[in-house]
């Protein structure tokens, strides 16, 4: 089933009608507000998506009695005047993404014919639950219908109606107007308006609706409904209901035309990351309203039909830059960030600590399992992580073996197409290339090895050595399967892995016996090196650079110089960037694991938080940490933020790791594990689990076989498209723009939003992805390419 989008039209006043209790009148609002339209000379619609109990008492049956012509009508009836969720478990129980689709479909319907505005009636209050069990307020979440909050007037009723707010607020709906019955003994409407009002929200009190008789008999009923008939005639009519019904409507006209003009204000005001504006038009501005799971809701400024909706879901294709794991819109992580900043806001951490941060660095620690790992240090983002990484390491080398900075050039080793962030310092970590070769402060200090890569091509898996290594390389192999490429227990000491050892070691000999250079530390991003071009390495490689490195420590000194002794490391600290593939990007917990290595220094980021919030750890061996201990204040590792270690982030983070290590264990990735062949092991069986895809293996097979394509591969959560480019591939190739552009046209359903690389096309999902989402992907992506 294709994405649910967000509902808005121009035509059509849609909302979503809430109700802060159970039992506070919400029918008798939604009649009010339909009665009041209808006389106004304009249409009036309402929809029931689950109602309860018996057909009479049924609210889309109290509007067809009272709602002066309002269309009606309701999706799905259970007798039992009871919960949905109870109600439901004598029938059918409607998935909760075809009870979306039901609604949104209605009220497409409506917009398209000659209804001006309409009501969707919840059931009981914003955290009844609905057929499946799931809370109303997450469950219509997708849709983001403007509300309208019946407050509740009863004794109670100011906590509860707050409450109720909050509760939608925390999920991202915007809470139009409050309206409720005038209660003149506990007054909670007088209370309320000043609460709503300073916030810009209309509360609306209306008179209470007469008492029904009883006992109930032909005669009482049939006073109780001319009682009602002139309830209805007369409140609707109220200059309080007009003037809210005008500012109902001015709110949806407003909305609309604030997206309309968004991408224009961008254009004066936005300055772009990684964007060449000259030539850049508004029109290539994606206006986003909202995000929810793995969808953007992007405003559609090129709408064909009339009465269209304005939004559309819009698959989030980079996973907002590799940040996205758990899902747009995650209530869970939005109310863990909203306790801690109501707990601590923010506070200092110098020489302080607060429990979120002390509980994430323990947790983070046992994530990542690296028995060297002792210290966690806190940072706000990739790449000042890595400015600390750097720090470290090179201050460890030069304590072991007595080198001065200040006067003499360390460098790094690392790969080919490595890039560790945009800050002056990690930018020398890399080689020249579009990215810093214009930024003034540059220098290039290092030396970064070409490299084979992994990639399918026609069917098959294949480890590609660059032409100008194959003398020292040996030519391209083929596997089986993906697995057996990193099965690096078997081929450590096959031909490829001598050949390997042999040409780093040379290398490395060359540069520092003869050329001169010293080194402080060896930097790779594990398996997969992101922003150079998503090149997914050899792991046999990235393993024997780990073991030339430090098993040969004689290479990093000259003989006259004995290095300091050392019980954890040898050779050079080894440094992972695993801020884009660590924490289950690539379907296991760190990078680190596919090489069989334990790093000295690791940097985490972006999955990190889940997506909500920035956040980065540098994480040290009790030796790197040692290097900075010192009498002297200057020693230390002087480098920090205003906001290091803030609660929030680091609260969300542990809820995070929290969740993500459930769905590693809880059976959610099995189908995927299955498709690949994958076997699932339980964590303390110390077992590799094997490599394995959101995306399928049929899709990538039939995708290298594209006339247009030149290879893919997938892994954990990320799936690579390479375009074939007569002229070459590289980041300033464009050609995988036509692929891009398809994907942006999209299907008559949903979009994508996509980033290329080059030549290259890269897709992302969440690690809460549903497997039928995936599949529509794959299916628009076949459309496109084959």
Known sequence: MAPVGAALWRSLRAHQVYGANTDVGKTIVSTVLCNAVQRQKQQAAFLKPVSTGPLDDADDQHLKRFGAGTLTKCLYQFDEPVSPHIAARQKTIPRDDDLLASIHKTLTGWAQSDIDFALVETAGGVHSPGPNGNSQADLYRPLRLPIVLVADARLGGISCSISAYESLLLRGYDVQSVLLFRDDYYKNHEYLREFFNNKSIPLVPLPAPPARPFPQDVDSQKRDEEAMATYYQRVSQESDILRLLEDMSKRNTDRVQRLEEMADRAQDLIWYPFTQHQGMAAKDITVIDSAHDDYFQTFRSDRTIA?????????????????????????????????????????????????????????????????????????????????????????????????????????????????HGDTIGVMDCSEPSTFNKKVEWYRGRGHWFDFPLVKMVQGKWKVEVPTSLQKELGSDVEFDSLGAVFDLDQRVNSDSGRRYRDYIYCTIEDLVKRQGMKFGALILEPVLLGAGGMLFCDPLFQRCLNEVVRDNPELFTSNSVSPKQSPSWSGLPVIFDEVFTGLYRLGRRSSASFLGVHADVAVNAKLLTGGLIPLCTTVASQEIFEAFSSPEKSDALLHGHSYTAHAVGCTVAVDSLRAMAQLDTDGSWDGYRADWGAKVQPPESGAVPNVWSVWSQGLLKDLSCAETVESVFALGTVLVIALRDVHGGGYTSTASKGLQQKLATGGDQFNVHSRVLGNVLYLMSSVTSKPQSLREMEALLRSALL
């Open 307 to 419: 009465n269209e909706s304005e939004l559309q879901p819009t698959f989030d294709g980079s996973a907002s830059w590799w940040t996205q794991g758990l899902g747009h819109g995650n209530p869970e992580l939005s109310l863990s960030a909203a306790y801690a900043a109501g707990r601590y806001g923010h506070v200092m951490f110098a020489g302080a600590v607060h429990e979120p941060a002390l509980s994430l660095a323990d947790k983070l620690l046992k994530t990542i399992g690296n028995p060297r790992f002792t210290k966690v240090f806190y940072t706000d983002n990739g790449s000042t992580g890595m400015e600390v990484a750097v720090k470290m390491g090179l201050r460890a080398a030069c304590e072991r073996y007595g080198w001065d900075a200040s006067q003499e050039q360390i460098s790094i080793l690392g790969l080919k197409g490595s890039y």
